[in-house]
């Protein structure tokens, strides 16, 4: 089974910058998408990101032009890089990846932005 492990998150100041690294375990397959999730406390997780296995890209509206989701299909890893960070982008990180549908989920990784 693929394995996720999310990395790179962190405390930061409002404005500032975090790279978060999603490395993929036991990858079977090219022909996968991965994504980018966030959840706030005590809400559901809500999409921030997300790349195809041809590398076209897709954005939530709240974080187009801050955030660049991107990978190195050679090291099975996944970026989020986090720009121009608010307050609101506080929340638990979690990368997945999936064919058809995202079925595979890493442990997350907090961003905190003060």
């Known amino acids: 089974d693929v394995q996720l492990v999310e990395s790179g998150g962190g405390s930061v100041q409002a404005g500032g910058s975090l790279r978060l690294s999603c490395q993929a375990h036991r990858i079977t397959s090219t022909s996968y998408s991965m994504a980018w999730f966030r959840q706030y406390a005590g809400k559901e997780r809500e999409g921030v990101a997300a790349i195809d296995s041809d590398g076209s890209t897709s954005y939530a509206d709240s974080v187009k032009g801050r955030f660049t989701i991107s990978r190195d299909i050679a090291k099975n890893t996944l970026y989020l890089q986090l720009n121009t960070l608010k307050t609101e982008d506080t929340a638990m990180y979690y990368c997945?990846?999936?064919?058809?549908?995202?079925?595979?989920w890493g442990q997350g990784t907090q961003v905190t932005v003060s």
């Open positions: 997945a990846i999936g064919i058809y549908t995202f079925t595979n």
